[in-house]
């Protein structure tokens, strides 16, 4: 019960589609959505594959709860390698996909090989063409999606990818109902190497569940009881752009590049300037919670933005216009490109110009050659050429190493370490590189203030737990922002609707276990400590700016006790590595 048992795979090259039953024995142990994924793809993808070659894959995977009334259940993981990293990658993805998935009778979707000719994909239950998308190819994601929206009509949800992933940039995302992101690690580029500019899935079939009387009353117990308190339903009312006060407080909102934290104009472009400009509401299926907001600010439109854009847009660049940061978002969203790396490597080459290390023509606080930027860096023209591969590529043939904030390749989130140092570890230790959607430190150290934020006590058990919780909680397919679901509700609504009996200690044995199939996937792939790392920022230079962590930098004897707790914790060797047998019994 709850699970499809049903896997469709899609052959672009040979255009065809089959049908398998799910490795229910992987289910068991991976459970849906983000662990399901890596275990497929430690099963499937031989270690050192082009990830843009025909032998990588796209997993589309859904969980046991996706399509229940189970609340804020209806994410999707996306996963492949990754073109920036070389690791694992798999990222969430909001709107109505995964449910759709579901409900046309399928737990994952895999496409695999490569199309002659840019084609989308169309799935309705049992039925699969391949159409071409000539007319397609080289339209904003946006545009493409209004297109195929006007012809099939909604009851489609529709997934595609914008120019940069057509081009196969490094920080190319998947977008989903318009303004829902699969963003990171270049996954909308393993698509686009694919020549699969969208896919559309319908579905017209239900999911089993075990007890749906006892289910559904016990649930809407849990909605109201757990989900709809002050801590989770803050993000209806504002989404995640209260983010930037809670974060500002903390003294760890990155300023120019994460030079500095903190900048004393905020109130410029907060969550209450911005959501004057709401005009509507949105939420993904199953969802309790809904922090969706439409804005509109002159001609900009956004879903959102997100604390991370308006960061990254904002004060991270030296802006205080919000509807320059509405305008970055929207104009990444069509163009295909994730708001984070996108923004991330613009502020980084203002830097270097500021520097006078490279012109890359543009300087901190010139909003509108940002918003050309990332249209140079989508069609890959000019400067935007190199800078789409992002800034591990680009200071390792520009210089500017030290402040290229990265890790493994992929670009920080919008977090300043040296005021939290457990995210310097989880940024370090995070399977696809350096993010805040594996272990989430300001969550201890700043908005609950439960940890002292500047020293290296303890954090490597900090991380491990903290990295744990959101390894099940995405496997089953749930969403970050339920933050009061605890793992005795989590293995309570499984077992109601699988009918097998969960506990919640087996919520965290699941959580340990994604958390070292990714390793595995990494290890194979050659990664250990010698990846582990962060920029030297972090280390040699004292924060700047404002608030209580100005001043502060982590030195690297602590950042390396941190990362010895940590393997400890894992039981890792001294050298990030796995031991074999340890690897062998998570499979
Ligand atoms: S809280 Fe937001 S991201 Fe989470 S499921 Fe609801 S609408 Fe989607």
């Known amino acids: 019960m709850g699970y499809q048992n049903n896997v469709l795979r899609i052959n672009l090259k040979e255009k065809k589609a089959s049908t398998e039953p799910l490795r229910m024995d992987f289910a068991r142990k991976y459970i849906g959505s983000k662990g399901l994924a890596i275990r497929y793809m430690y099963e499937e993808l031989d270690p050192g594959i082009d990830a843009l070659g025909e032998d990588n894959k796209l997993f589309l995977t859904t969980g046991p709860l996706t399509g229940t009334p189970v609340p804020c259940s209806g994410k999707l993981s996306v996963a492949a390698k990754s073109p920036a990293t070389g690791t694992m990658n798999d990222c969430s993805i909001g709107g109505h996909a995964g449910i759709k998935i579901k409900f046309a009778g399928y737990d994952m979707i895999i496409f695999e090989g490569i199309s002659e000719e840019p084609c989308y994909v169309v799935i309705e239950d049992d039925k699969v063409k391949f159409l071409d998308a000539a007319d397609l190819w080289g339209r904003g994601s946006h545009e493409a999606e209004a297109v195929l929206a006007e012809q099939y009509g909604t009851d489609y949800s529709i997934m595609s990818i914008g120019p940069a992933g057509e081009k196969l940039s490094n920080m190319a995302c998947i977008n989903s109902d318009y303004y829902r992101q699969a963003g990171r690690g270049g996954i909308g580029a393993v698509m686009g190497s694919k020549k699969m500019k969208a896919i559309l899935i319908k579905g017209t079939k239900g999911v089993k569940v075990a007890d749906i009387e006892k289910t559904t009353d016990r649930i809407l117990e849990i909605l109201h009881d757990d989900v709809l308190q002050e801590d989770n339903t803050f993000v209806y009312d504002a989404g995640t752009t209260a983010f930037l006060e809670a974060c500002g407080d903390g003294g760890i909102v990155p300023y120019k590049n994460f030079s500095g934290a903190n900048d004393p104009e905020w109130e410029k472009y907060n969550g209450d300037v911005l959501m004057q400009y709401r005009e509507g509401k949105r939420g993904c299926g199953s969802c309790g919670l809904g922090c969706g907001n439409f804005l509109k600010i002159g001609n900009a439109v956004c879903e959102g933005p997100e604390y991370e854009t308006i960061a990254v847009a904002g004060p991270n660049a030296g802006i205080t216009d919000p509807e320059h940061i509405v305008k970055f978002n929207e104009v990444c969203d069509n163009m295909g490109l994730d708001t984070i790396s996108a923004g991330d490597t613009i502020v980084w080459a203002m830097e270097m110009t500021e520097k006078g290390l490279h012109d890359f023509g543009i300087r901190f606080g010139e909003a509108d050659k940002m918003i050309e930027m990332v249209e140079l860096m989508a069609r890959q023209e000019g400067v935007g050429a190199d800078l789409c591969k992002g800034v591990k590529y680009c200071s390792e043939k520009y210089g500017g190493t030290d402040f290229a904030m990265q890790v493994k390749g992929l670009e920080f989130p919008q977090y300043e370490p040296r005021g939290s140092w457990g995210m310097s570890l989880a940024y370090a230790v995070s399977d696809r590189g350096a993010c805040h959607m594996r272990a989430y430190a300001p969550n201890v150290e700043v908005f609950a203030a439960a940890v002292p934020p500047y020293t290296s006590e303890g954090k490597g058990q900090m ?75 972090l280390v040699r230079e004292a924060l700047g700016g404002e608030g209580p962590a100005a001043g502060q930098k982590i030195p690297q004897e602590a950042f390396e006790d941190m990362l010895d707790q940590y393997y400890e914790v894992m039981g890792w060797n001294k050298d990030g590595t796995m031991p074999e047998e340890l690897i062998r019994s998570i499979l």
């Open 463 to 537: 991380v491990y737990e903290l990295g744990e919780f959101n390894a099940v909680k995405f496997s089953l397919c749930i969403c970050d922002f339920w933050g009061t679901i605890t793992y005795d509700i989590m293995a309570e609504m499984l077992t109601m609707i699988t009918g097998e009996k969960w506990t919640a200690e087996e919520m965290g044995e699941v959580g340990r276990r994604v958390l070292n199939i990714g390793r595995a996937f990494n290890q194979r792939e050659g990664f250990n400590r010698a990846n582990d790392t962060i920029p030297k920022r």
